[in-house]
Structures are given as C-alpha cells and as structure tokens.
C-alpha cells in the first residue's frame, strides 16, 4: 500500500503523516481508547480491528494471546498504519514487549499510561485495580505501578464478569426506557449487576483504597455501576485518555501527525460474525454512529 506521508511545508521542513493509526482489542471494549483518541486527535484517521471471534483474551493462555497480538499486528502494518494502540489490557500483557521487538512502526498499550495515571492519582498510596484474570495474574499494573512508586501497595482483582455486564448491558439498553436509563453510560444496569459489583468491589473498599484502576477496556462502559459501590472518595482511571495523550506525545516527537485540515476516516473490522451486532453496539460506545463494519477471517494460530 502506497504511504500517505507528505511533506506540506517544504519552507520550513515540516512532515505531517496522513496514514491511519491501528487500534485492536479482543472485541468492542477498545472501541473507549478509539473515542478517546477521536477526541483529542479528531484530524487522525483509525483503522480498528475487533478480535470477537476469539473474545474473551482473558481467560486464555498468554502465549496464546502473545500469537493473537503479533498476528493482528501484521494485519494492521498490511493496511500501513503509522502506530499501533493495543487497546487491551490482556493484550498488553500478554503481547506488547514482542511487538514492539518485530514491528517497525511504534507499537503502545495501555497499561503503562494506566499505571502513571494511578500512582499520580493516589495520595495514601494504595491503589486498587479490577481486571480479567489474564491481566490480574501478568501482575502488569503492580510492577508498572510499583516501578512508579515502590511505596505503593497494589491490590488487584479480578473481575470477568464486568466484561459480560457491560456487553450485556450494551444489548439491553436499545429501547426508549432503557435508553434514558442508559444516558450516561450507554449500558443499562440492571439490579443484580450491583450484586456482583459489590461481590467484587467491597474487599477493595475495605482495604482503603483511594485509586482504582479500570484495568480492561469495557470497564469504562460500567464507570457509573463501579464508581457508586466504592465511593466518591475513590478516583476511577481509566487508561483510555492517558494513552491517546501518550499517543499524542509519540506522534509530536516523531513529526507523525495528520496534515492540519486532513478530512479522517474510520474503518472497524471484526472477526465476529454478526458485524452489525458490532456496528449498533460498537455505536454507542463511541457515541456516533460507525457506517460499515468488514468481516475478517483470521487463520488459526
């Protein structure tokens, strides 16, 4: 594929990067890091890749989700991206550092602006995060956190179910009721939602924490459900603003972004079946609607 590089200001030597920034996750829960770099980087163009075929990563093997992110990496250097976000947190895990070694283009997470996030966040130094057990049993964010500040004590859980909560809820909430009932989240919460969430929740509470970290994707989705059983004196983080500003950074200091004035595109690719289940469902975490989403067919790994 022909690069869309160009230099626009030949005067003065500056190089503005046309081509799209690549995007995956194992299914819609990315879709929150790709709002967030729409809202600070609205000129960049996305191209993102929804692995639902093989959701969850979670429970899987690492070294089965380390194939998958090598895999859909190669898809997305084919369609010449200029960067690569892994808007997973299992993913990130599981496949970041083997990325980054293969690939030329740069490759980011989001754990590690996730981590900065929470241990500048936390003033008594102890910090919470609810992920899926892949990520939860990596210990990604404890190091990452702890490499931050030594002093903080991390306490980590994992939470699957929050996944299907929130996927589950972004089904039920598509009639008029359930849309005003959804209006600040997109997800409509249902009453034994909150049974599980204090089921996993209340022992972090009970450690006093005052930082939780949203250690996967969708928990974004749940921000609402989350933040009312563990209270206002805890602060959410979600990775999802802290990588697009990291994105932000890495686009300036390499002369990568898109042409002041560039019209974007969006493209969404799945390799779940049912692509408009993805393109109703992956509108509303966006908040806009998506036009057309592809299917893919991945071989096996």
């Known amino acids: 594929m022909e690069s869309q590089a160009l230099q626009s200001n030949p005067s003065d030597g500056t190089v503005f990067d046309n081509r799209p920034i690549g995007v995956f996750d194992s299914g819609y829960g990315g879709l929150t890091v790709a709002r967030a770099l729409q809202r600070r980087l609205p000129e960049e163009s996305i191209v993102y890749f929804g692995d639902s075929a093989r959701c969850p990563y979670g429970p899987r093997d690492q070294a089965e989700v380390d194939r998958f992110v090598q895999q859909i990496c190669s898809w997305l250097t084919e369609r010449d991206v200029k960067m690569i976000v892994i808007a997973c947190n299992t993913a990130t895990a599981a496949g970041l550092v083997h990325a980054q070694q293969v690939f030329e283009v740069p490759v980011v997470g989001v754990v590690e602006p996730g981590a900065r996030a929470a241990a500048h966040t936390t003033r008594n130094r102890r910090v919470g995060v609810i992920a899926t057990k892949g990520t939860v049993d990596s210990n990604a964010y404890a190091d990452a956190i702890r490499h931050i500040d030594a002093g903080i004590t991390v306490f980590s859980t994992a939470t699957p179910r929050f996944v299907e909560i929130a996927e589950m809820g972004l089904r039920m909430s598509e009639g008029p009721i359930e849309d005003f009932m959804a209006e600040a989240t997109k997800v409509y919460i249902r009453p034994e939602f909150e049974d599980i969430a204090r089921q996993y929740l209340e022992p972090l509470r009970r450690c006093e924490i005052d930082t939780l970290v949203l250690g996967c994707t969708h928990y974004p989705l749940l921000k609402a459900l989350i933040g009312g059983v563990v209270g206002r004196p805890v602060t959410l983080v979600s990775s999802a603003d802290e990588t697009a500003r990291d ?55």
Do not use: Q
């Open 247 to 301: 994105v932000d950074h890495i686009l300036t200091r390499r002369g990568a972004h898109a042409e002041p004035g560039h019209v974007p595109t969006a493209s969404f690719f799945t390799t779940g079946a049912d692509t408009e289940e993805f393109r109703r469902f992956g509108g509303r975490v966006l908040s806009r609607p998506m036009d057309v989403v592809e299917h893919v067919d991945l071989p096996a790994v």
